[in-house]
């Protein structure tokens, strides 16, 4: 299962896991022609934390910086690109609901707890572990209490057709925990730190019920930048209008993207079966406006097919 991206928007800018994803991918970048010996520096060894020799050959500061240094490190490009395509699902939600700073905190936090999980329980290890992975798990499992009725737009590859599916986010967060947790436990240890995973996701959880963020939304939205663009792929749930071979929704857009136009990907579910299309959105509409997609509502046994009629709203 390949999550696409979930039907909430965010109502503010998320400047945070932006700069979170741009940093990990420029990173990743910087490090492509690094020797080992980078990752035995900068990556976290567990060996190193449990030996006097190695604090005192490390020495402090890079003993401490290195707890940190490893979630912005990734040993390829399907690691990279999985761990951020989860960061920008999940991790907008998340931090518009506890604010910029405190995501920021939460995110450090969490990579760092992942991180001291995977030591505490391989101390003798001396493989680097490095990734986002921790930390973007700990971001999944604050969304699993704080979203839990989200859907997540996900593609199921049969063999070479693509079929999507809309899953519950506890659903498919809860089997992804599961997964991480049956790796784990029947010793399925190899190059992944499935321990980390587990200590990410379980203190994303916990972060959510010490602080309260289920309940008590940030103040602070005053101070945050609001959006510009609606999701470029968006889900629609359509039903059937008046004749029975019309088809009919709604579209959601931005004021910018009302005065300017815009293009979107809409995946259309009727029945739990979705299909995606492309619609242009002209310059200088207004909210209520009806588009009109001619042929791309039900087939008519008589006749031509029916049409979608895709009512505009501001976001």
Not at 51 to 68: C, E, H, K, M
Not at 82 to 108: A, K, P
Not at 165 to 183: R, S, T
Request: net charge positive; proline share 6%.
């Amino acid at each position: 299962m390949i999550p696409l991206r979930d039907t909430l928007t965010s109502r503010t800018l998320p400047v945070v896991n932006t700069a979170l994803i741009t940093i990990n991918c420029f990173v990743f970048f910087q490090t492509l022609s690094q020797s080992p010996h980078f990752y035995q520096l900068h990556g976290l060894v567990p060996a190193r934390y449990t030996s006097l020799d190695a604090w005192s050959y490390f020495g402090p500061v890079s003993q401490i910086t290195a707890l940190f240094s490893f979630m912005f490190l990734h040993g390829g490009w399907m690691h990279l690109i999985g761990n951020m395509l989860s960061l920008y699902i999940f991790g907008d939600n998340v931090e518009d609901r506890l604010g910029h700073l405190r995501y920021l905190l939460f995110y450090l936090s969490g990579g760092l707890v992942s991180g001291l999980s995977h030591l505490s329980l391989n101390p003798g290890s001396t493989i680097p572990t490095i990734g986002a992975s921790g930390a973007v798990a700990a971001v999944m499992g604050a969304y699993f209490l704080l979203y839990p009725r989200a859907k997540v737009l996900t593609l199921v590859p049969l063999f070479f057709i693509p079929l999507f599916f809309e899953i519950p986010a506890f659903v498919f967060l809860g089997l992804w925990f599961l997964m991480q947790f049956l790796n784990a436990t029947g010793g399925n240890t190899a190059s992944i730190a499935w321990w980390a995973h587990i200590g990410g996701f379980l203190f994303g959880m916990a972060f959510v019920m010490a602080t309260g963020a289920r309940k008590t939304p940030t103040q602070a939205r005053r101070f945050q930048a609001m959006r510009t663009h609606s999701p470029r792929l968006q889900i629609i749930h359509v039903r059937v209008g008046k004749g029975g071979f019309n088809l009919s929704g709604r579209l959601a857009i931005t004021d910018k993207e009302a005065r300017n136009g815009a293009v979107k990907r809409v995946n259309i579910f009727r029945f739990g079966q979705g299909r995606l299309i492309k619609v242009t959105v002209p310059p200088g509409v207004q909210a209520g406006k009806l588009l009109r997609l001619r042929g791309l509502g039900l087939p008519h046994p008589e006749g031509p097919r029916g049409d979608l009629y895709l009512t505009l709203s501001l976001d």
